[in-house]
């Protein structure tokens, strides 16, 4: 396989995995396998130029996603801990330029690398911004980098208990101004704010009278094992409530 990206965030052409969806029953199955790994990858940001700015901005969050759920997973892979912090600190630098200048080759060409980083990150594991994402494409068909962006707020409050001093130290990495698990928050909605991802969940989908099946899938997905803290059922419905009326 020789793998061409086109968009700055899924990270397939580094990956092992393969993602379905089951029409009958509005789920995503996750299948792996080294042979589904290519052998050549080629990233030319010449190709990513036409991609429009709100799926810059909404691949771009996929490629955060995979980091911040690899870096944040309490799961031993230094080499996937190094890489997701790194492709953080690209990420930080270059997506907004990419979104607002869409001709600005470094841009484009950095985001390229930071998306193919994340998913060698989350090699190490993900974690419940997935797990919450993937029922909601499955039964809504919404953009999957642009769901992970809109409960990765809520997701990262969950787990702060167990990811506060790892985010610090993220946060000092990126040099962020308020260098504290607050101040990545406030990076977090800022650059959603700039990237016209929505607050809530409601702005994505019509109703909330699916969540409690969701929340039973979210909690079976193959991703709720990587996140920091162990979550239950009940937690993923509130999690889906909260995102859905804002309330962090």
Same mark, same amino acid.
């Given at each position: 396989? &020789?793998? @061409?990206?086109?968009?700055?965030? #899924?990270?397939?052409?580094?990956?092992?995995?393969?993602? $379905? *969806?089951?029409? =009958?029953?509005?789920?995503?199955?996750?299948?792996?396998?080294?042979?589904?790994?290519?052998? &050549?990858? @080629?990233?030319?940001?010449?190709? #990513?130029?036409?991609?429009?700015?709100?799926?810059?901005? $909404? *691949?771009?969050? =996929?490629?955060?996603?995979?980091?911040?759920?690899?870096?944040?997973?309490?799961?031993?892979?230094?080499?996937?801990?190094?890489?997701?912090?790194?492709?953080?600190?690209?990420?930080?630098?270059?997506?907004? *330029?990419?979104?607002?200048?869409?001709?600005?080759?470094?841009?484009?060409?950095?985001?390229?690398?930071?998306?193919?980083?994340?998913?060698?990150?989350?090699?190490?594991?993900?974690?419940?911004?997935?797990?919450?994402?993937?029922?909601?494409?499955?039964?809504?068909?919404?953009?999957?980098?642009?769901?992970?962006?809109?409960?990765?707020?809520?997701?990262?409050?969950?787990?702060?208990?167990?990811?506060?001093?790892?985010?610090?130290?993220?946060?000092?990495?990126?040099?962020?101004?308020?260098?504290?698990?607050?101040?990545?928050?406030?990076?977090?909605?800022?650059?959603?704010?700039?990237?016209?991802?929505?607050?809530?969940?409601?702005?994505?989908?019509?109703?909330?009278?699916?969540?409690?099946?969701?929340?039973?899938?979210?909690?079976?997905?193959?991703?709720?094992?990587?996140?920091?803290?162990?979550?239950?059922?009940?937690?993923?419905?509130?999690?889906?409530?909260?995102?859905?009326?804002?309330?962090?």
């Amino acid at each position: 396989i &020789i793998a @061409i990206p086109t968009t700055a965030g #899924t990270g397939s052409e580094t990956g092992r995995a393969a993602v $379905f *969806t089951k029409e =009958d029953t509005h789920e995503k199955k996750i299948i792996f396998h080294p042979k589904m790994l290519p052998s &050549i990858v @080629i990233l030319d940001p010449y190709l #990513t130029i036409a991609l429009p700015p709100h799926l810059t901005a $909404f *691949t771009g969050m =996929d490629a955060l996603a995979h980091c911040l759920e690899a870096y944040c997973s309490p799961f031993f892979h230094p080499l996937s801990q190094g890489i997701a912090i790194e492709g953080i600190s690209i990420i930080h630098k270059y997506l907004l *330029t990419a979104f607002s200048d869409g001709n600005n080759i470094e841009a484009r060409g950095n985001m390229l690398a930071s998306s193919s980083m994340g998913s060698t990150a989350f090699q190490k594991g993900l974690g419940a911004i997935h797990s919450l994402s993937h029922p909601v494409g499955a039964i809504y068909n919404t953009h999957h980098g642009l769901t992970n962006a809109v409960f990765m707020p809520y997701v990262l409050i969950k787990n702060k208990d167990a990811i506060e001093n790892r985010i610090e130290s993220l946060a000092r990495y990126i040099n962020l101004p308020d260098p504290n698990f607050d101040g990545f928050i406030k990076w977090i909605l800022d650059l959603r704010n700039k990237l016209a991802v929505p607050h809530t969940l409601k702005e994505l989908i019509k109703d909330d009278e699916k969540f409690e099946e969701m929340s039973v899938m979210a909690f079976n997905d193959p991703s709720t094992g990587g996140n920091p803290i162990q979550l239950t059922d009940k937690d993923f419905l509130q999690l889906y409530r909260d995102a859905y009326n804002g309330k962090l």
